[in-house]
């Protein structure tokens, strides 16, 4: 069985940095792209950022030059680091890994909070 687990939410102030950090635990499976969503309740989840194995990174406009997301593949982890943080971040935030374990399928973690606040 695979699980991811996710750490680092808390409160901020505004300016402020987080770090995200979420490891997938488990046996005999194999990760390829690992990213990051938040939802905001009564919205939908949307991306934060993607990172594929090999590196590749991808971000959506709202983050791109603040956040840096970043994987250790040794670690089977994904990390990110949010600088300059502003009340519109506030959200949950989700780990999301496409993973073959007997089969390939998305695996999404349990969400951490992270609040931005005077």
């Known amino acids: 069985q695979v699980q991811l687990v996710e750490s680092g939410g808390g409160l901020v102030q505004p300016g402020g940095s987080l770090t995200l950090s979420c490891a997938a635990s488990?046996?005999?499976?194999?990760?390829?792209?690992m990213g990051w969503y938040r939802q905001v309740p009564g919205n939908q989840r949307e991306l934060v950022a993607t990172?594929?194995?090999?590196?590749?990174?991808n971000y959506a406009d709202s983050v791109k030059g603040r956040f840096t997301i970043s994987r250790d593949n040794a670690k089977n982890s994904v990390y990110l680091q949010m600088n300059s943080l502003k009340p519109e971040d506030t959200a949950i935030y989700y780990c999301k890994a496409d993973i073959f374990y007997i089969f390939r399928q998305d695996y999404w973690g349990q969400g951490t909070q992270v609040t931005v606040s005077a």
């Open positions: 990172i594929t194995r090999g590196g590749y990174t």
């Open positions: 488990g046996s005999n499976f194999f990760i390829y792209t």
